[in-house]
């Protein structure tokens, strides 16, 4: 490749070359800490700085907030962004970030909870340790008619690391309501009402069911499916 630049090069800017060294010496999914770039880097000032900055580049480095497995001094670098050494690249996007206005309406749609797993911000995880953080995500909605676009959803810091890239397909799931009973619509629709999931009647059995001993499955299953089962 022509006009790359070392990251050692020491006649571009910190930025670009904290980029270059998180391609060259880092590599796209892997960690380093926050005391290895400081080290490369000796004598460049706010240098951590330099490095968030990609992000508005769209290149994306993880802390410990997007990745609970980091600890407080490891970042992720996970995607590289735009190539921010080319002439007239890296500035930021105007649309980029989001103003406080889309972040609170996100946020107040959603009912302040992370759409994915239901945790709500500062509540603990139910497994593992940590604090739910919400955040804004990104989430490319093909719609109905074919087109797709960028819609806001407020996920945890969990549920946003897996949830990353992933396409919600709005004809697939209005193809597969279509094939609901009656009876399953219904229930489907009243889950949507109160945005809240509710259990049947045969859902409870069923739970309860589940969990007896051996035995008593026995005895239950025998009444319910007959002798001959
Ligand atoms: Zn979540």
């Not at 590289?80 to 749609?109: D, F, H, I, Y």
């Not at 709005?170 to 399953?184: H, K, N, Q, Y």
């Amino acid at each position: 490749m022509t006009n790359v630049p070392s990251w050692q090069d020491t006649s571009y800017g910190s930025k670009v070359r904290v980029a270059r060294w998180l391609v060259e010496v880092v590599g796209e999914g892997n960690l380093f800490t926050k005391t290895a770039m400081r080290e490369a880097f000796p004598g460049v000032a706010q240098i951590d700085r330099r490095m968030r900055d990609l992000r508005e580049a769209g290149w994306v480095i993880d802390t410990n907030r997007e990745d609970p497995i980091l600890n407080s001094n490891e970042h992720r670098f996970v995607a590289e962004g735009e190539p921010v050494w080319l002439p007239g690249r890296g500035k930021a996007r105007p649309k980029s970030t989001l103003t406080a206005t889309q972040r609170s309406e996100t946020m107040r749609s959603d009912s302040y909870l992370c759409r994915s797993c239901g945790v709500g911000a500062g509540e603990s995880f139910e497994s593992g340790p940590g604090t739910a953080q919400l955040e804004i995500a990104r989430r490319q909605v093909k719609l109905a008619d074919g087109s797709t676009e960028t819609q806001l959803v407020t996920e945890c810091n969990r549920c946003r690391v897996g949830n990353r890239g992933s396409e919600a397909d709005l004809t697939e799931l209005l193809r597969r309501v279509d094939t609901l009973g009656p009876v399953e619509r219904k229930a489907l629709a009243q889950w949507m009402e109160a945005d809240h999931r509710t259990y049947s009647i045969l859902e409870k059995l069923w739970g309860t069911y589940r969990s007896l001993p051996a035995d008593a499955r026995g005895a239950v299953k025998q009444a319910v499916c007959g002798e001959s089962q």
